[in-house]
């Protein structure tokens, strides 16, 4: 077997523009039937083999096929690059089709040819029982390669009922060659197809992600995350990929309330705490919408914290801080203040106001 095969592939809407649409449409690149219609046909541009006699073997389509839908194909090859019926088309519906091409080819998405001549015409008929419509990617018409024929003697060569037989064969060694040759391509993450993306995901034990961009991006460099994420950096990096917001985290050590330069050791213990294997990530209002939203990111970051430490979360509320100099909205000056003291018994709201009848 050869190590390549030459096909010719229709793929962008470029070369579709070129055939005839009835009730069907070219929308990104991708064939399907318009919003309104259950049946279409697409007739694409003829093909030029070069080659008078040229024998057409197979065609490859990639397409989407919901179980109430279907794709048919037809075919017609000739020496002549004329061809007035397929101008003359006007419907594009299944009596025109036969009557012009002739009985279908195949149905599905892997079909034999078995056409001769130097140009090649193909019809796609898509039909949908429901909303769920066919859409075609690409199609692939072999060009060239070898055949399991080739290697016989020449006296099974010209026999057709040989040739159909070991083109099942054929057919998949080429597929198991077009994916050994493809291999390489599918273990880089750059270019692995979703499917792929996410196997290869699953080798190097990653969460799933909603966005596969997102995950094609994290592969190359997850290796390293690993190796730093039990670092302060790495539980930062954990909770903004899992919220999308960067967190704020403190660790017990930077407000020791025990410490000699410590301003206010009664206020930390009552916000920190004196636990040394407690740190506490802070995140800002509005991160989670729900509270079981929450609860799962929790669950999330306890494996993802270094062994015999524990988390607290502190969900940051927006708040007006006032100082010696203050601007309201006004002109205004804070002269002076009068000390409160606040713990968990006391609720502020945001329309409260601190202050003396003295202040101006």
């Given at each position: ?330 002109n205004s000056q804070i002269g ?20 003396g009848v003295d202040h101006g």
């Amino acid at each position: 077997m050869s190590d390549t095969q030459n096909d010719w592939t229709f793929c962008c809407a470029e070369q579709w523009m070129g055939g005839r649409f009835f009730r069907t449409e070219c929308r990104d690149d991708i064939l399907c039937l318009k919003a309104d219609a259950f049946a279409g046909t697409v007739c694409l541009p003829p093909l030029d083999s070069g080659e008078s006699a040229f024998h057409w073997t197979r065609l490859r389509l990639k397409a989407d096929i919901p179980r109430d839908a279907g794709l048919r194909v037809y075919a017609r090859a000739s020496d002549l690059g004329d061809w007035p019926d397929w101008a003359a088309m006007s419907g594009g519906g299944t009596d025109e089709l036969r009557r012009v091409f002739g009985e279908s080819v195949g149905r599905g998405t892997d079909i034999l040819l078995s056409r001769t001549g130097q140009y090649l015409w193909l019809a796609l008929e898509l039909t949908a029982g429901g909303d769920d419509k066919p859409r075609v990617e690409a199609v692939s018409v072999r060009m060239s390669g070898d055949h399991m024929t080739d290697y016989l003697p020449a006296i099974y060569q010209e026999q057709d009922f040989t040739w159909r037989f070991l083109s099942i064969f054929n057919s998949i060694f080429q597929d198991m060659e077009a994916a050994i040759e493809d291999l390489p391509r599918q273990l880089d993450p750059s270019g692995a197809s979703p499917d792929m993306l996410e196997y290869l995901a699953q080798w190097l034990c990653m969460d799933p992600e909603a966005d596969p961009e997102a995950l094609r991006h994290r592969i190359p460099g997850i290796l390293n995350e690993y190796e730093t994420m039990y670092t302060v950096e790495g539980v930062r990096r954990s909770a903004r990929h899992l919220t999308g917001k960067t967190p704020l985290l403190i660790e017990h050590f930077r407000v020791n309330p025990n410490a000699p330069d410590c301003r206010n050791p009664e206020l930390y213990r009552k916000l920190y705490g004196e636990d040394p294997y407690r740190f506490f990530l802070l995140l800002p209002q509005g991160t989670f919408s729900r509270r079981r939203d929450m609860e799962h990111f929790l669950e999330r970051m306890r494996d993802r914290i270094p062994a015999e430490s524990s988390m607290e979360l502190v969900i940051l509320r927006p708040c007006v801080q006032l100082d010696w100099h203050t601007y309201l909205g006004v002109n205004s000056q804070i002269g002076d203040y009068i000390p409160a003291s606040i713990d968990e018994s006391m609720t502020l709201h945001y329309d409260t106001t601190i202050g003396g009848v003295d202040h101006g």
